[in-house]
């Protein structure tokens, strides 16, 4: 499922142009990442068996029209299939033409047994379209899901927080730093002023000046014995400076929109994150408005809900992606 939203910078106005659906293809929590004028989705949970995510790998050639009512996907599952399946992890786009997948939940296609290392990081060749497993030094952070790699575009990787794998599962509050310039290097990060509170199911945005901007997600916190999970104050937004490892919080202006978890965020290029989707609670309760702008290019950020001009309207989403490709924002598949 695509919904493709044409972003009118300018003018405080959203055209909705499509809505394709693939009843095949459905999926949430799974990763994409756009190299080449190509959109490729890999993994996630296929909708109608929840357990052991999926290896699928396929694209949407951006470059070609496509009918917007079916895009001809061309899926290379068959070619390229990862020889895991998974889902709940995170991506990011490394030397250019690579897609490195790190976290959620992976299971061997043969075996099915549940990858537990802590150093499985996978790595996809967009222009070889061939999986493989990249040697890693350093000490890696335990393995983690529902949290979100961001990169500098300088190789530097930056993983925050997240949830351990398993049952009663660890909550984390930790920075760490993979460094993908020449080889795959962890490092732990010595931060200042750092959050106490751990997070899940955030987005987080690397703004050109090395500030990454931390928006939503859930936390947890034991009170008189019990465990309490809530999502975060949106209108807070915690940024942490790349540069000297010191994290800010800062309290925005503007409209108020509901707190989230599990929405997607996009930056454009004058500076504005525009998020989608997202829910509250263990009944996934959905957050409104759907669509939001926090504006950075002020020096208190500045949160307003544009008009969506449209005869469709996507429905509310969680655990989709979103990837901005010149003025469109493309949000796919999702619950
Ligand atoms: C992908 O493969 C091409 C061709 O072999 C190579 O030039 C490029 O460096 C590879 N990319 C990554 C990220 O390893």
Known sequence: ????????????????????????????????????????????????????????????????????????????????GMPFTISWASSTVVNKDGILIYGGYAWSLNSGNLDNGDNSLYLFNATTKQWTIPTVSGAPPPKRREMKMVSDNNENIFIYGGIQLGANPQWYTDMNILDAQ????????????????????????????????????????????SILETELNIKQITLYDTKDATWYPMETTGELIDNRNSHSAVLTPDGKIIIYGGAQGPNLITASPSLAILDTSTSVYTWSVPTISSQFSPPPLILHTADLYGDYMIVAFGQ
Do not use: C
């Open 1 to 80: 499922m695509f919904y493709v939203f044409l972003l009118q910078f300018f003018v405080i106005s959203f055209s909705l142009t499509i809505l394709v659906e693939s009843a095949t293809n459905a999926r949430y929590a799974h990763v994409s990442a756009l190299i080449n004028d190509q959109l490729f989705i890999i993994g996630g949970q296929p909708t109608s068996f929840q357990t052991k995510g999926s290896n699928d790998v396929f694209y949407l050639d951006l470059k070609k029209s496509f009918n917007l009512q079916d895009p001809s996907l061309v899926d290379i599952t068959k070619t390229s």
């Open 182 to 225: 020449s080889e795959f290097r962890w490092e732990l990060i010595q931060m200042k002023n750092s959050p106490t509170y751990p997070r899940a199911d955030y987005t987080a945005t690397m703004l050109p000046s090395g500030v990454i901007v931390y928006i939503g997600g859930r936390t947890r916190a034991v009170r008189d014995g």
